[in-house]
């Protein structure tokens, strides 16, 4: 029992020491860590404070076409800056400022550790040190935007944190906060608080109001992106919440005066932009400059920018667009339109028309319609049939283009499209029987659409859809079945990529607006790679294309000589509209060209007419024939034909011809047999496939598909009609 004692005691005795030199070494490593940090610091080449009202010369970032040759638009070529004394700005602006940008402005010294502790931990967590949540005082930000080159290394943050608490010890608060609000870039050439004031809502920064206010301190933070001109407005009405919340939390403003703020109606001033070409083109370009190098970079580093557009290309698709928008406006009410232009091979813009004009403001010209959501009616179908094609299916399935009640949740005879029923019309009120897939898609037919869905499956649809590029459709649940018919919203710009793929047979290349950037010396900072994978089966592709260049096959609904024939070219074209009319969309394409276009109104209001191809095949087509002589005549590849040892309903067959013929060769000569073993075999293509597995066995018992009872009985009615008394 004493030897234990005694070695507990030992034990004890030992630990303490082991604590105490394991809290001598920290310490020792501390100071060591510490002494080499003060060293290395004391190294650094911290620029003096005398230097603070000497403006760094702007390097200015030019955006120019693909030839390198014509400039579409300096970033500072009209830089405006108007200094105000701080007692002429308003006071709702410094403090929405000093609320959503430094809360602790007038505790701290310059530096806020607690701060930079919170944008660490954010960014650790995020895994991005240095280009992530910045932790910069408003001081530092002075410091930045005034003396330090615009670099995200980490000696530049030790730098400005050092020149901050100097600057604390040799200006004011107030004098810091004005050359803050005086210094800030507030989207494009605005810098300033005076110019963003008078630039966006035409008065002076001592005259905004709250409302106001909160949506200038919301800018800084992201001036491009949050542009109250561009497509996030959403994201700057958020912000200018925040920023109000922020001054409620601070007490600079009362509850009563946020509510109130929260819910003013507030009208910005028409954009101001001169000197610019291709300006819906030149603005995305920006966002994605921003998303890559940063908002200050592009105010410092003097890029040279050569981006994917074809100028050539470009002035033909805005001067078509505004003369068939002034026609579309005048005899359709659709007053406004949109049109990409994209190479299939590398996925470069070409052509991009946002609106009818930019500088439009009776319909928000601005406003980028090609990057908008909005319904595609059936042109999305292409994308429906390429997926049921990759699982088997062939451009011969055929299908029964018949009245369907395609919901689960109603009798088959209700033709009902009301909730929960679902059983939609063609777009002409008329019912063609058995149809191949190939004329189902180049009629537009929807019945057999929506069946080649439910064959496909919507998920894989939709997995195809991304793959093709459409970032949208994510949602199966909210689609369901009505999105071949365009029950989901698609991006112009996105939807004719998607329409590139296939005619890249197969292959999807990303949009790629930017070839390279280039410094002031025009040595290449980064060049970017044509991003491609094959997405679809060439097979399928090729099918596909064979399908929408096929003008017998669409002539029942376009006619023989239609706006969209070429007779000397191969061009695949697929329409499509919403019910309402608010949408109405001609996607096309060559081997080596696609291009898309939208016609419609901003408001979403209804536009006039019956036919989408009446509106919008027009300007698609006018830029078609300025544009493809530009381009080399490229044919389409053979597209395969359909195997001759698969089930007669894959190859063209409405009835079973197999199980026909065999009845025949047992019953020689009888032609009422005929006839009735006939209409016997006539039945709905779950009847004879596995719809995951269409080329596979037959179905051992085709009713335990959830469609099969809806889908049989519009079968059976439409032979009652054709056959009459021959059927039971």
Same mark, same amino acid.
């Given at each position: 029992?004493?030897?234990?004692?005694?070695?507990?005691?030992?034990?004890?005795?030992?630990?303490?020491?082991?604590?105490?030199?394991?809290?001598?070494?920290?310490?020792?490593?501390?100071?060591? /860590?510490?002494?080499?940090?003060?060293?290395?610091?004391?190294?650094?080449?911290?620029?003096?404070?005398?230097?603070?009202?000497?403006?760094?010369?702007?390097?200015?970032?030019?955006?120019?076409?693909?030839?390198?040759?014509?400039?579409?638009?300096?970033?500072?070529?009209?830089?405006?800056?108007?200094?105000?004394?701080?007692?002429?700005?308003?006071?709702?602006?410094?403090?929405?400022?000093?609320?959503?940008?430094?809360?602790?402005?007038?505790?701290?010294?310059?530096?806020?550790?607690?701060?930079?502790? %919170?944008?660490?931990?954010?960014?650790?967590?995020?895994?991005?040190?240095?280009?992530?949540?910045?932790?910069?005082?408003?001081?530092?930000?002075?410091?930045?935007?005034?003396?330090?080159?615009?670099?995200?290394?980490?000696?530049?943050?030790?730098?400005?944190?050092?020149?901050?608490?100097?600057?604390?010890?040799?200006?004011?608060?107030?004098?810091?906060?004005?050359?803050?609000?005086?210094?800030?870039?507030?989207?494009?050439?605005?810098?300033?608080?005076?110019?963003?004031?008078? =630039?966006?809502?035409?008065?002076?920064?001592?005259?905004?109001?709250?409302?106001?206010?909160?949506?200038?301190?919301?800018?800084?933070?992201?001036?491009?992106?949050?542009?109250?001109?561009?497509?996030?407005?959403? =994201?700057?009405?958020?912000?200018?919440?925040?920023?109000?919340?922020?001054?409620?939390?601070?007490?600079?403003?009362?509850?009563?005066?946020?509510?109130?703020?929260?819910?003013?109606?507030?009208?910005?001033?028409?954009?101001?932009?001169?000197?610019? %070409? =291709?300006?819906?083109?030149?603005?995305?370009?920006?966002?994605?400059?921003?998303?890559?190098?940063?908002?200050?970079?592009?105010?410092?580093?003097?890029?040279?920018?050569?981006?994917?557009?074809?100028?050539?290309?470009?002035?033909?698709?805005?001067?078509?667009?505004?003369?068939?928008?002034?026609?579309?406006?005048?005899?359709?009410?659709?007053?406004?339109?949109?049109?990409?232009?994209?190479?299939?091979?590398?996925?470069?813009?070409?052509?991009?028309?946002?609106? %009818?004009?930019?500088?439009?403001?009776?319909?928000?010209?601005?406003?980028?319609?090609?990057?908008?959501?909005?319904?595609?009616?059936?042109?999305?179908?292409?994308?429906?049939?390429?997926?049921?094609?990759?699982?088997?299916?062939?451009?011969?399935?055929?299908?029964?283009?018949?009245?369907?009640?395609?919901?689960?949740?109603?009798?088959?005879?209700?033709?009902?499209?009301?909730?929960?029923?679902? /059983?939609?019309?063609?777009?002409?009120?008329?019912?063609?029987?058995?149809?191949?897939?190939?004329?189902?898609?180049?009629?537009?037919?929807?019945?057999?659409?929506?069946?080649?869905?439910?064959?496909?499956?919507?998920?894989?649809?939709?997995?195809?859809?991304?793959?093709?590029?459409?970032?949208?459709?994510?949602?199966?649940?909210?689609?369901?079945?009505?999105?071949? $018919?365009?029950?989901?919203?698609?991006?112009?710009?996105?939807?004719?990529?998607?329409?590139?793929?296939?005619?890249?047979?197969?292959?999807?290349?990303?949009?790629?607006?930017?070839?390279?950037?280039?410094?002031?010396?025009?040595?290449?900072?980064?060049?970017?790679?044509?991003?491609?994978?094959?997405?679809?089966?060439?097979?399928?592709?090729?099918?596909?294309?064979?399908?929408?260049?096929?003008?017998?096959?669409?002539?029942?609904?376009?006619?023989?000589?239609?706006?969209?024939?070429?007779?000397?070219?191969?061009?695949?074209?697929?329409?499509?509209?919403?019910?309402?009319?608010?949408?109405?969309?001609?996607?096309?394409?060559?081997?080596? $060209?696609?291009?898309?276009?939208?016609?419609?109104?901003?408001?979403?209001?209804?536009?006039?007419?019956?036919?989408?191809?009446?509106?919008?095949?027009?300007?698609?087509?006018?830029?078609?024939?300025?544009?493809?002589?530009?381009?080399?005549?490229?044919?389409?590849?053979? =597209?395969?034909?359909?195997?001759?040892?698969?089930?007669?309903?894959?190859?063209?067959?409405?009835?079973?011809?197999?199980?026909?013929?065999?009845?025949?060769?047992?019953?020689?000569?009888?032609?009422?047999?005929?006839?009735?073993?006939?209409?016997?075999?006539?039945?709905?293509?779950?009847?004879?496939?596995?719809?995951?597995?269409?080329?596979?066995?037959?179905?051992?018992?085709?009713?335990?598909?959830?469609?099969?009872?809806?889908?049989?009985?519009?079968?059976?009615?439409?032979?009652?009609?054709?056959?009459?008394?021959?059927?039971?």
């Amino acid at each position: 029992m004493k030897k234990i004692k005694k070695i507990k005691r030992w034990a004890t005795h030992h630990t303490k020491e082991l604590v105490f030199d394991l809290i001598i070494l920290i310490i020792v490593v501390g100071l060591f /860590a510490f002494g080499a940090l003060f060293i290395w610091i004391a190294t650094l080449d911290i620029p003096d404070l005398s230097s603070f009202d000497d403006r760094r010369v702007l390097q200015s970032t030019k955006i120019y076409d693909r030839t390198g040759e014509i400039l579409l638009y300096d970033l500072h070529q009209d830089v405006k800056r108007t200094v105000v004394p701080f007692e002429e700005i308003s006071f709702h602006i410094k403090n929405a400022t000093v609320a959503i940008e430094d809360d602790e402005f007038y505790n701290h010294s310059g530096v806020d550790l607690r701060a930079i502790l %919170r944008a660490v931990l954010s960014n650790l967590a995020t895994g991005d040190l240095l280009g992530g949540q910045g932790g910069s005082t408003i001081t530092q930000q002075v410091v930045k935007n005034s003396i330090l080159e615009q670099d995200k290394k980490l000696t530049r943050k030790i730098k400005e944190a050092i020149l901050a608490i100097r600057l604390e010890q040799v200006l004011t608060k107030e004098e810091i906060l004005n050359h803050y609000l005086n210094e800030s870039p507030y989207g494009g050439t605005i810098y300033g608080i005076e110019e963003a004031s008078q =630039a966006f809502f035409g008065k002076g920064s001592n005259e905004v109001s709250l409302a106001e206010a909160a949506y200038l301190a919301a800018l800084p933070q992201a001036p491009t992106y949050l542009s109250p001109y561009g497509n996030h407005i959403d =994201a700057l009405e958020q912000r200018k919440n925040l920023v109000l919340k922020r001054m409620q939390l601070n007490d600079f403003i009362t509850q009563e005066e946020y509510d109130e703020a929260k819910d003013e109606i507030v009208e910005f001033e028409p954009q101001a932009v001169t000197g610019i %070409r =291709a300006p819906h083109f030149v603005m995305y370009v920006k966002e994605k400059l921003v998303e890559k190098y940063g908002e200050e970079a592009l105010l410092q580093k003097g890029f040279r920018v050569i981006t994917s557009l074809n100028w050539d290309m470009q002035k033909e698709a805005e001067a078509i667009v505004v003369e068939k928008a002034a026609y579309n406006t005048e005899n359709f009410d659709a007053e406004n339109a949109g049109l990409i232009a994209l190479d299939p091979q590398t996925g470069d813009v070409l052509a991009m028309v946002g609106s %009818r004009d930019y500088f439009d403001e009776e319909i928000d010209g601005n406003f980028n319609v090609t990057l908008a959501p909005r319904q595609p009616g059936s042109s999305i179908k292409p994308i429906v049939y390429s997926s049921a094609l990759s699982e088997g299916y062939t451009a011969d399935t055929v299908v029964y283009d018949v009245k369907t009640q395609f919901s689960t949740e109603c009798e088959p005879y209700d033709t009902s499209s009301e909730m929960p029923c679902y /059983a939609p019309n063609n777009y002409n009120g008329k019912f063609l029987g058995p149809v191949t897939f190939r004329n189902a898609l180049a009629q537009s037919l929807n019945i057999p659409a929506v069946k080649a869905l439910y064959l496909t499956g919507l998920k894989d649809a939709i997995k195809l859809a991304s793959d093709m590029g459409i970032t949208t459709l994510n949602d199966p649940d909210k689609l369901g079945l009505t999105l071949v $018919l365009g029950g989901g919203e698609v991006k112009l710009l996105e939807h004719t990529n998607a329409y590139s793929t296939l005619a890249n047979e197969g292959v999807h290349a990303e949009i790629r607006p930017i070839l390279r950037v280039e410094d002031v010396q025009r040595k290449t900072i980064e060049e970017f790679e044509v991003e491609d994978e094959r997405v679809l089966d060439r097979d399928v592709a090729l099918t596909i294309s064979d399908i929408l260049s096929d003008n017998e096959a669409r002539t029942p609904l376009w006619g023989a000589n239609s706006l969209v024939h070429f007779s000397d070219r191969d061009v695949a074209v697929k329409s499509g509209s919403t019910n309402n009319l608010r949408d109405a969309w001609i996607m096309g394409y060559t081997p080596n $060209l696609a291009v898309g276009t939208w016609v419609g109104n901003n408001d979403n209001r209804p536009m006039g007419g019956r036919l989408s191809g009446l509106i919008t095949a027009p300007m698609w087509r006018a830029f078609m024939d300025k544009v493809l002589p530009m381009i080399e005549n490229e044919e389409f590849p053979q =597209a395969p034909e359909t195997p001759s040892d698969i089930k007669p309903i894959l190859r063209g067959e409405f009835f079973d011809t197999a199980f026909f013929v065999s009845q025949l060769l047992d019953n020689p000569g009888e032609t009422q047999l005929d006839l009735e073993l006939m209409a016997d075999s006539i039945h709905s293509i779950l009847h004879y496939v596995i719809k995951d597995d269409p080329r596979g066995e037959y179905p051992s018992s085709p009713s335990d598909d959830g469609q099969y009872k809806s889908w049989e009985y519009g079968v059976q009615q439409w032979k009652k009609t054709q056959y009459g008394g021959l059927v039971n």
